[in-house]
């Protein structure tokens, strides 16, 4: 399951580090990009996902799916007050944060905790890490973090959901990128015949995961470009995936790729807004015939 982690050389890294303080301190990224977070420029996606063996208890269960927030230059609590109320009124169930924090400090990612905390879902939080959250290693301090806040960070483990005598598995994984392990075996233990959502934050894990009674993956990671020109993102991990954003079955399981809410170097995105996705689970049974 792993992936090479991207590195670049330091002339690269310096170039990049340029325009990143030159977006964020003399063009104010954060005022810049917080435009862009605004209720009527936010993506609301509502999508059904039909997961035939799917127990009827769970049929209509709500996710609210919100990914790479990268806290940091362009991106601070306040930007988040629009994320924060749609999704609420969105009236999730089940809350689900498929990494990337941060940019580049953990301490950035402290301050979107008490926006996080106003994201109201009865049934539980849950979440995973992106490739950055793993800088100076204080991953396990942001998790703790979390807890306090009530998410439940699943770093190779997994959780059951139960109504009605009915189970549904909800599990994670670390990083495939910069996690020091990855164990798709110990997430899904004691998962028995439940059905299993998965949260990875690479979408292209989705090839791996058959044989553990995954039938979703929710992952980012891309942006779904960030910038899209001619088709093709120019930003973010579009070109370390081979899916697109959004819905796409690959074998016996869904993946659900969102474009996410925070961009990298740029404050900027263009024919990719971030997006809040809400996915209602569907059994096969109630699907409307074609």
Known sequence: MRRTPRRYPRFVLKLIAAVEWLCAVVLRGKAVYRRQLRRSRL???????????????????????????????FLDARSLDDVVAVANELEPDVVCLTGDFITHAIDDAMTLLPALARI????????????????????????????????????????????????????????????????LVAATVGRGNAVAILLAHHPDVVDDVGGHGIRLVLSGHTHGGQIVVGGRGLLG?????????????????????TRGIGILMLPLRIGAPAEVALLTLRSQADRSPT
């Open 43 to 73: 993506a609301i996606t509502r999508v059904d996902v039909v997961l035939p063996e799917l127990p009827r208890a769970f049929d209509g269960l709500r996710l609210l799916h919100l990914s790479d927030f990268h806290a940091g230059p």
């Open 237 to 257: 991990g579009s070109l370390r995936s081979r899916y697109p954003p959004g819905l796409t079955q690959v074998g016996d399981r869904a993946l659900f790729q």
């Open 120 to 183: 109201h879902a009865p049934l539980g939080a849950f979440a995973v890490f992106g490739n950055h959250d793993y800088r100076a290693r204080r991953e396990a301090e942001f998790a703790r973090a979390l807890t306090q806040i009530g998410v439940e960070t699943l770093r190779n483990r997994g959780v059951a959901l139960e109504r009605d005598g009915a189970r549904l598995w909800f599990c994670g994984i670390e990083d495939v990128e910069e996690g020091k392990v990855v164990d």
